[in-house]
């Protein structure tokens, strides 16, 4: 029997092997922090694919807001010029959505649709919120994510209401695998132009917000752009990223966390990094420079 069973280990590729080892220590990283964790790679190289948890449904938090940026990009592309419209940012805009890192500053003035675009990618809860009203409401931005051909990702409400699901709703949530198809989609398909594909990478190039999250581990020679999201219950922190290494063609990366036996449970950026460093090692190990 062990003859057996050594013969058959010998058959299955070690990048396999290497994949049910990585599983056991996200499930240790589970186990020590309590709740789920997802993770899905995609890229050229599917040996290297990693995928943990791909079709659990995660409360989205602020990572919808790419989507929203990706939507108003397809909106200019039908209207010329739409990225230059000159939006007054008034104190109802402000209300009392939270985070405004950038209209926070900027009542009275005016926003250009292009300024809010990366403000929202900041997670600027009132750019958001703006953007939704410009191009028309989420039912645009749902049009969006459905031809990226995302069935799992369904968005009901703009700031602050999509910070609250439910652990038995599938409601302003998505999975792994869906988010990270939509961003590399949106950063290198055909659902935008050339042009407003590297409008859109540059915005997530440009995000300050994700340093304790994916690219925390991941080598510092490596380009990353990303958007976070970060609910406030349920412990739910994600990080969807693209990330372009030194010797390979670029990949996008979704590392999300959540605890549903918990509502008060605090956001944990421990565990996306420790997740981070796991996908790190393993595709250094693979190749990855």
């Not at 372009?244 to 996306?272: H, R």
Request: with cysteine; charged share 20%; glycine share 6%.
């Amino acid at each position: 029997m062990k003859h057996l069973l050594f013969t058959s280990l010998s058959l299955i590729p070690t990048f396999l092997l290497a994949n049910t080892t990585l599983d056991d220590s996200f499930k240790n990283l589970e186990d020590k922090y309590h709740g789920k964790l997802g993770i899905y790679t995609l890229n050229t190289d599917d040996k290297t694919n990693i995928s943990y948890n791909e079709n659990y449904h995660f409360p989205i938090c602020s990572v919808f807001k790419f989507l929203l940026v990706g939507a108003v990009l397809e909106y200019d592309m039908q209207d010329k010029g739409f990225l230059d419209k000159k939006i007054l940012i008034t104190q109802d805009d402000i209300g009392t959505l939270g985070y405004a890192p950038v209209t926070g500053k900027n009542i009275g003035k005016t926003l250009t649709i292009s300024q809010l675009n990366y403000a929202a990618i900041l997670s600027d809860n009132p750019a958001a919120n703006i953007l939704v009203r410009e191009i028309g409401g989420l039912e645009k931005l749902n049009k969006l994510v459905a031809k990226l051909g995302d069935k799992d990702t369904i968005i009901k409400n703009d700031e602050p209401k999509i910070n609250h699901t439910k652990p038995d709703s599938n409601i302003n949530k998505t999975t792994p695998k869906a988010i990270t198809q939509d961003i590399y989609n949106l950063a290198f398909g055909n659902i935008l132009d050339k042009k407003h594909r590297e409008i859109f990478i540059g915005y997530l190039q440009k995000n300050n917000t994700g340093a304790n999250r994916i690219a925390y581990s991941m080598p510092k020679n490596w380009i990353i752009g990303d958007k976070t999201g970060t609910c406030g219950e349920y412990a739910a922190t994600n990080d969807v990223a693209i990330i372009w290494p030194q010797n390979k063609p670029p990949f996008a990366l979704s590392i999300l966390y959540t605890n549903p036996s918990d509502v008060k449970a605090p956001s944990n950026e421990k565990i996306i990094q420790q997740a981070s460093k796991l996908t790190a090692n393993n595709l250094l190990n693979n190749g990855y420079k």
